[in-house]
Structure formats: C-alpha cells, structure tokens
C-alpha cells in the first residue's frame, strides 16, 4: 500500500489557507474575488510544478491531467477551493491538495495507472456568490447552460461572466469534454458523527436533496407607536411566522429532514417603523426525494395561511433544486476496500451537506470519502481535523483511486 506524505499535505493546506484569511482566523475567497485568482494561480502552478497537464473550461473549471500507459476513461477526484465568508481552510480544499498529494506519492514512486488520473476543483461550489452552488459541476453535467451561468447575477449584483472574465479563468474548454469513467471526492465531514463513534473513515453512499428558496412578504410600513395591532400589515411578523414554522416542518418529517432560514432583510429597517418588506432565505434538505417534496408542499401551505390571516402578499421564489443521489456501488466498495486493507475503521453514511459529487453522479460513477472534523464543525474558523485524519483520507483516496484506475 502507498503512502501520501503528510507533511506536504498539510503545508499545503497552510499555504492555501493563508490567501483570503481574515483577522478573525478565517479564510474568505468567494469566487472570482481577487482572494479566488490567487488561490486559483497558486493551484494551477502546483499541478502544472507535478507535470499536470492543465486546461480549464468556459465556467472555470480547473483540470490537471496525469497521463495514463493507455486513453481509457481517467479516474477525476477533487473538490473546490471557494470558500463561504469566514470559512476554515478545509472545506473543499482538502480533497483538492489531498488529490495533488496523490498525484505528487505516484510521481515519487515512478507508479503509472492504467488509465489517467484528473485532479480537479470546481467552481463556485459553495453559491455564496453566486446561485446555484455546484454550479461548476451542474454545468459539466449538462445541468446548466455556459451561457445561463454567465448571466448569473451574484447577491452583490454582479454578473457571472464579467466576474470570470475579471479574473482571467474564462478557458477554452468546454465543459464535459473530459469523460471519467469514475469520480472520487475526499472531504471533511460536514457533521459530528464520526467525530462523536471515533470512526477514521466513512464511506459516503448517498447525498440528501436540497431546495433553496427566497421569500419575499410584502406588507404595509406604518408608525410602530400609533398603528393598533389589529390594523397591521407586518411583514416581518409574517416572516418571522414562517420562519418558526421551518423547525415545525423539519421535526414533523424527522429523520434526515433539516430546515433553515439563513438570509433575512426587513425594510425599511427602522427600529420604528412596521416593516413594509422582509426577504428571506429557506435551506430544506432531505435524502429522500419524497419527504423533500412533502416538505416543500408543507412550507407552501403554511406560507398561503399566513398570506390570509395576515393580509401581505408573499412571493416564493426557487434558488436551487438538486434532487438526492445514491453513489455507485463500484466507486463505495473501491472506497471501502482502500480503508480495509489499510486496517481503518469505516461506516457507510450519508451526507447532509451539498458536494460536487452529488452533481458528477447525474452522469458518472461516483462516491465520497468523509473523515472526521472535530465535533462537526465547519464553515467556520473553528473547523479542524488532526493530522492522523486528514492523511488517513488521503491514504484511502490513492488506493481507491488506483483501484478504480485498474479497472478495465
């Protein structure tokens, strides 16, 4: 069995954390923000330092090709290196540098796969700037359009394709044009279970669903002191009503069923004045299709009743819809097998968190590896996995990714 060298991984690790990093101990590189170009040049230098052939495609995309000793379909694994705001420097990233540290162990150890390897690292997978998240990946699935993502308008107004065009990762390649025969993505747990079971490994085989959605009440702004209650068009109060109402639908479904308002804006914003206007966000994510749709049905409900007992009008506009998957049994079993023959503890599981992966399945074999972040942080300057952890993944990442690479 190889072995990645930790050191380097997690040097690695440091120096990408280091751009866009805040006072905070964060790290914030939104994508195609100056922070996003210079970790991007700093990746693209390091694959093409390992002999990486590199191309990048017309929503950015990055690709770094290790040839093969035949043309068959190559073995893709990565992530992304976006960042929410005051992210960790793990989220993403990790599976990024830890495909590099593969690529960097096989050229140490003179070993050529069978087919080719592709490291790569998607655009804009976190949809902090931009929506939808994942949007690299939809588009290299045929799920959006080159030309919609570039008429994207991001939450700060701007518009996707000047963005690329500003940062000089407007490639030439279209996407999909490079067709895996298997996908593979490392990544931190973005939850405490394996943390909490003190399990090295788990086997990703299954994404939930995820709907995102902005709501928008319009009401009627009046003075906070002088307007009887009963006379009220209360936008916020009517907000606020649903809002509540999301922990109700999530703890009536149960199971793997979260709800959540992340984003909300009142108008005028005065401390008195009745709101006239609130804009919200809504997260619902299940990893069964059914219970999402019965979710979002119960969400839709609940907003009518509001609408009639309040007397606002409320728009529900649809962000992001991406249905849950189920991983290829081919790509789990190379996975399970890696963390077996290294003598790893592993669980199968399902992720409650949005990835790439998720997108790549729609077309090609894929799975996930999640090691331990501890208690489940992440997104957050708090996110940390030890040393132990995060080779350990890389670890069963290269020997999955040459067992994969085997394959006829």
């Excluded at 087919?115 to 655009?123: D, H, I, K, N």
């Excluded at 209650?229 to 907000?239: E, K, N, V, Y």
């Excluded at 401390?271 to 049905?297: M, Y």
Aim: hydrophobic share 40%; glycine share 10%; net charge negative.
């Amino acid at each position: 069995m190889l072995n990645i060298n930790s050191t380097r991984l997690t040097q690695r690790l440091d120096e990408l954390g280091r751009i866009g990093a805040d006072e905070g101990g964060g790290v914030t590189r939104l994508t195609f923000s100056n922070a996003d170009k210079e970790g991007r040049d700093l990746l693209v230098r390091w694959m093409r330092e390992l002999g990486l052939t590199v191309q990048i495609d017309r929503v950015g995309n990055i690709f770094g090709t290790r040839r093969g000793e035949t043309d068959q379909q190559p073995i893709m694994f990565g992530s992304h290196i976006d960042s929410v705001k005051a992210a960790g420097k793990l989220d993403g990233c990790y599976g990024v540098l830890a495909a590099l540290e593969c690529i960097e162990t096989l050229n140490e150890q003179n070993v050529q796969t069978k087919r080719p390897l592709v490291v790569a690292a998607f655009t804009n997978e976190e949809g902090v700037r931009f929506t939808p998240g994942m949007l690299g990946s939809a588009v290299y699935v045929g799920d959006l359009s080159v030309d919609d993502a570039w008429n994207l308008r991001g939450f700060d107004g701007s518009r996707f394709g000047d963005e690329i065009q500003h940062v000089g990762y407007d490639g030439t390649m279209e996407p999909g044009a490079i067709q895996p025969f298997a996908y593979l993505e490392l990544h931190i747990e973005q939850g405490p279970l394996l943390d909490l079971k003190r399990v090295p490994i788990g086997a990703v085989d299954a994404v939930v669903g995820i709907t995102w959605l902005e709501v928008t009440v319009s009401g009627a702004a009046n003075h906070a002191g002088t307007t009887p209650m009963d006379m009220r068009h209360d936008a916020g109060l009517a907000a606020a009503k649903i809002v509540t109402h999301l922990r109700e639908i999530a703890t009536r479904l149960g199971g793997h069923q979260r709800a959540t308002c992340g984003m909300i804006q009142f108008l005028p914003n005065a401390i008195n004045v009745i709101p006239s206007k609130a804009v919200f966000t809504v997260d619902i994510r299940n990893s069964d299709g059914e219970d999402l749709k019965r979710a979002e049905a119960m969400l839709v409900e609940f907003v009518q009743k509001v609408e009639a007992e309040d007397g606002v009008s409320i728009e529900v506009r649809a962000l992001e819809h991406v249905l849950p998957v189920q991983f290829h049994p081919m790509v789990i079993e190379a996975v399970e097998k890696s963390a077996r023959e290294m003598g790893l503890n592993q669980i199968r599981m399902v992720s409650g968190a949005g990835h790439d992966a998720q997108l790549m399945a729609h077309k090609f074999p894929s799975a996930m590896i999640f090691v331990p972040s501890r208690e489940g942080i992440s997104h957050s300057p708090k996110e940390f996995t030890p040393p132990d952890d995060l080779a350990n993944g890389a670890n069963v990442l290269l020997n999955a990714v040459m067992e994969l690479a085997s394959h006829e």
